[in-house]
């Protein structure tokens, strides 16, 4: 049996594709818990209907068998596989030789992403690693496949052929995490991802705006929507926040805990809950569902089932079961008033928003201060950058204690004001001056993580770097081109430097925007 190639079943006008994810266990693949979790692949491998299997890499921050050892065995078989590759636990050279690894062994679908932040490992806590982030890896892996430029030398390595996939968090509260998800998921697409997977969540609502977002903005990328199979426990680790970005309300919480105590445990519940999701995706235009959750292959069959057994029924309708908002949330469209769906017509609070600017939007002092020096002096066109580089050159030729005492005010100036951890490539003006390496758990300089609830940090109990980069550069209407910018890659060559010499002397990252030296 030989599946066609993932990205054909997406490209066919009006075929709707079906993912089933598979989340490996930590052992050896021959252990019991394992073996379970090949057979149930297998059986989902052998039915016609399952286009593609998509293995996890290391979910929820905890150490598990890789993916590709459970993929292996699929490709063997003609199966379709999706790689899940996360940046958390490595650095952009281990992440590109696992890309040479897994297009030799012929796996080409792989999603990008950033990870869950470690949890627990051997002897402890393990070190986060955060070197490049989503986007970064979807650049080198689109650099890849375009024939990577060896650094220093005129080699082109071969052409990989990677089909790249990229996840949004779309079930977000307040407008300061939308607005960025969407912002980000469009620099996912233009940095080569080709298929999208959003977050678990149960807001029909929600799923039509994301859709009519990619609409809007033209993106070219697939959707596929997230289907996850519910249980009782799994709607209270969700509902309390256990895994980052998924949401599960109040309201759904209560259902799973009423339908959780039948003595199905809420199975026949949970079944058709899916079942109508996948429905309403089909109807709402996704081009496939994403099936997730702890169940066997047969019950996601039932899913299956279940979903053509409301072929016939009216999917808005049935949204109507899939809405489960909360009190206050953003929404970047208004809702149709017949369906409840989203509409085209953006929000009118947003609209109103966009109109209050500086005048009326309270920003911190700090960050107005900023702006005026960086115009002033790092913006080439500013009164003052010429003078500063010259004077930066100066530095250079010098004798070394004055490069050091110029580093030391620089370092003076910094650590009070932006909590500056010396990584000499700096992306203050990116991030509206909020530090990514000292205010940001994963060090996100593309864009925020899917992890943040109401506005905070999955990891740290502060606001996220980028809901405050995004409130910020709002008040000076200049919120829409958050994301704009270049792929950012740290150098890290540029480590404990000065930063303002790097960024004056064309040496960090706003110099060699959009290349990578390999
Ligand atoms: S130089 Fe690096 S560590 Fe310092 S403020 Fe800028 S981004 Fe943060």
């Known amino acids: 049996m030989t599946s066609t190639p993932f990205r054909d079943c997406l490209q066919v006008p009006g075929s709707f594709s079906i993912a089933v994810e598979?989340?490996?266990?930590?052992?050896?693949?021959?252990?019991?818990?394992?073996?379970?979790?090949?057979?149930?692949?297998?059986?989902?491998?052998?039915?016609?209907?399952?286009?593609?299997?998509?293995?996890?890499?290391?979910?929820?921050?905890?150490?598990?068998?890789?993916?590709?050892?459970?993929g292996t065995d699929l490709l063997s078989r003609g199966q379709e596989v999706i790689i899940h590759l996360a940046c958390k636990d490595w650095n952009r050279n281990a992440l590109e030789s696992r890309g040479w690894k897994l297009a030799s062994e012929g796996f080409d679908n792989v999603l990008c992403l950033s990870g869950d932040y470690p949890l627990a490992g051997y002897g402890g806590t393990a070190a986060p690693v955060f070197d490049i982030d989503s986007v970064g890896l979807l650049k080198l892996f689109s650099d890849m496949n375009a024939g990577l430029q060896v650094a220093r030398s005129a080699e082109q390595l071969e052409r990989t052929n990677f089909f790249l996939g990229c996840v949004v968090t779309n079930h977000k509260m307040h407008e300061r995490e939308v607005v960025p998800q969407y912002q980000k998921l469009a620099k996912k697409v233009r940095t080569g991802?080709?298929?999208?997977?959003?977050?678990?969540?149960?807001?029909?609502?929600?799923?039509?705006?994301?859709?009519?977002?990619?609409?809007?903005?033209?993106?070219?990328?697939?959707?596929?929507?997230?289907?996850?199979?519910?249980?009782?426990?799994?709607?209270?680790?969700?509902h309390a926040g256990r895994i980052p970005g998924v949401v599960v309300t109040d309201e759904l919480l209560a259902?799973?805990?009423?339908?959780?105590?039948?003595a199905d445990k809420g199975r026949e519940f949970f079944v058709d809950l899916a079942a109508k999701q996948l429905t309403v995706a089909t109807g709402l235009g996704f081009n496939g569902v994403y099936l997730g959750g702890h169940a066997t292959a047969e019950t996601f069959f039932e899913i299956l089932e279940r979903a053509r057994s409301y072929a016939d029924a009216d999917w808005r309708e049935l949204s109507r079961d899939l809405r489960f908002g909360r009190a206050g949330e953003f929404y970047l469209f208004e809702a149709d008033p017949e369906t409840g769906l989203a509409s085209d017509q953006l929000t009118r609070g947003y609209v109103e928003s966009t109109r209050k600017r500086r005048t009326?939007?309270?920003?911190?002092?700090i960050y107005r201060f900023s702006r005026r020096v960086h115009?002033?002096?790092?913006?080439?066109?500013?009164?003052?950058?010429?003078?500063a580089r010259s004077f930066y050159q100066k530095v250079e030729a010098a004798p070394k204690p004055v490069g050091r005492a110029a580093h030391v005010l620089e370092q003076a100036a910094k650590v009070p004001l932006f909590k500056?951890?010396?990584?000499?490539?700096?992306s203050l003006p990116d991030i509206a001056y909020v530090c990514p390496e000292s205010m940001c758990a994963k060090n996100q300089r593309n864009g925020p993580c899917g992890g943040t609830?109401?506005?905070?940090?999955?990891?740290?109990d502060t606001e996220c770097i980028w809901s405050q980069a995004y409130e910020r550069l709002k008040?000076?209407?200049?919120?829409?081109?958050?994301?704009?910018?270049?792929?950012?890659?740290?150098?890290?060559?540029?480590?404990?430097?000065?930063?303002?010499?790097?960024?004056?002397?064309?040496?960090?990252?706003?110099?060699?925007?959009?290349?990578?030296?390999?």
């Open 193 to 238: 991802a080709r298929f999208v997977i959003n977050q678990i969540g149960y807001n029909a609502r929600k799923d039509d705006e994301l859709l009519r977002y990619i609409r809007r903005e033209g993106l070219t990328v697939r959707a596929l929507a997230n289907v996850y199979l519910l249980s009782r426990p799994a709607a209270r680790a969700f």
């Open 420 to 426: 500056c951890r010396d990584c000499g490539d700096c």
């Open 360 to 365: 009326d939007m309270r920003v911190p002092l």
């Open 453 to 460: 609830r109401d506005g905070l940090c999955e990891v740290y």
């Open 475 to 518: 008040a000076y209407g200049e919120e829409e081109d958050m994301l704009s910018n270049p792929v950012v890659t740290k150098d890290n060559a540029l480590a404990r430097t000065s930063a303002w010499a790097n960024d004056l002397l064309d040496r960090d990252h706003h110099a060699k925007s959009g290349q990578f030296s390999g």
């Open 22 to 70: 598979l989340v490996t266990a930590r052992g050896l693949v021959t252990a019991e818990r394992s073996r379970a979790l090949v057979d149930k692949a297998r059986t989902l491998a052998a039915d016609p209907r399952i286009d593609v299997l998509s293995i996890t890499d290391n979910p929820g921050g905890h150490a598990m068998l890789a993916p590709d050892t459970l």
């Open 375 to 387: 115009d002033a002096v790092f913006d080439p066109d500013g009164p003052l950058h010429d003078r």
């Open 255 to 262: 259902l799973a805990e009423r339908h959780g105590a039948a």
